[in-house]
T-cell receptor, first 114, second 115 residues
Framework: AQSVAQPEDQVNVAEGNPLTVKCTYSVSGNPYLFWYVQYPNRGLQFLLK??????LVKGSYGFEAEFNKSQTSFHLKKPSALVSDSALYFCAVREYSGNTPLVFGKGTRLSVIA | GAGVSQSPSNKVTEKGKDVELRCDPI?????LYWYRQSLGQGLEFLIY????????KSGLPSDRFSAERTGGSVSTLTIQRTQQEDSAVYLCASSLGTGPNQPQHFGDGTRLSIL
């Protein structure tokens, strides 16, 4: 069975500093990995995905994520955080084959402090 | 439409009543998904549709929950005899297909409160 772990409920970072939101996954085959962001009272917005190829994936709003197969991780990163990045971030995984549903982590709340 | 539209945005109802939640996906998206988001619980998969058929109903929490999709477009999620534990945000998403690399596009959800 697929699963996703986001080990941090909350991440605090100062504006202008780099940020990392952690995600590890478990699948039986090759993974498709996604990051979504949720602002208050809104649905989830797609940020980026890893399918195959380069381990470093670039997405919306300056975010990027690094796929590490040996560590089964897909951490979300940004070189310089903005106050407007404050939101709830979800990592999700899907197996490479089959019509399995997306499995989401429990989310990490990011607070960027001015 | 420009995005996934869900209605109502908020619903407050008494325990035991039936509720119907609506989702209007992005035009041309053949796949449609329902999720439930409870505080501190992340997103729980409920059901998905490919066209009008639902190949996977495994996530529906009880037989009080049902969903249908007509015309390959609008979907409704119905909860009968609501219970307080049904209180949550119900999110709908659509994608161009069910291929595993397709990102899902979410609506803003329906916030359901059972009194």
């Amino acid at each position: 069975a697929q699963s996703v772990a986001q080990p941090e409920d909350q991440v605090n970072v100062a504006e202008g500093n780099p940020l990392t939101v952690k995600c590890t996954y478990s699948v039986s085959g090759n993974p498709y990995l996604f990051w979504y962001v949720q602002y208050p009272n809104r649905g989830l917005q797609f940020l980026l995905k890893y399918i195959t190829g380069d381990n470093l994936v670039k997405g919306s709003y300056g975010f990027e994520a690094e796929f590490n197969k040996s560590q089964t991780s897909f951490h979300l990163k940004k070189p310089s955080a903005l106050v407007s990045d404050s939101a709830l971030y979800f990592c999700a995984v899907r197996e490479y084959s089959g019509n399995t549903p997306l499995v989401f982590g429990k989310g990490t709340r990011l607070s960027v402090i001015a | 439409g420009a995005g996934v539209s869900q209605s109502p945005s908020n619903k407050v109802t008494e325990k035991g009543k039936d509720v119907e939640l609506r989702c209007d996906p992005i035009s041309g998206h053949t796949a449609l998904y329902w999720y439930r988001q409870s505080l501190g619980q992340g997103l729980e998969f409920l059901i998905y549709f490919q066209g009008n058929s639902a190949p996977d109903k495994s996530g529906l929490p009880s037989d009080r929950f049902s969903a249908e999709r007509t015309g390959g477009s609008v979907s409704t999620l119905t909860i009968q005899r609501t219970q307080q534990e049904d209180s949550a945000v119900y999110l709908c998403a659509s994608s161009l297909g069910t291929g595993p690399n397709q990102p899902q596009h979410f609506g803003d959800g329906t916030r359901l409160s059972i009194l």
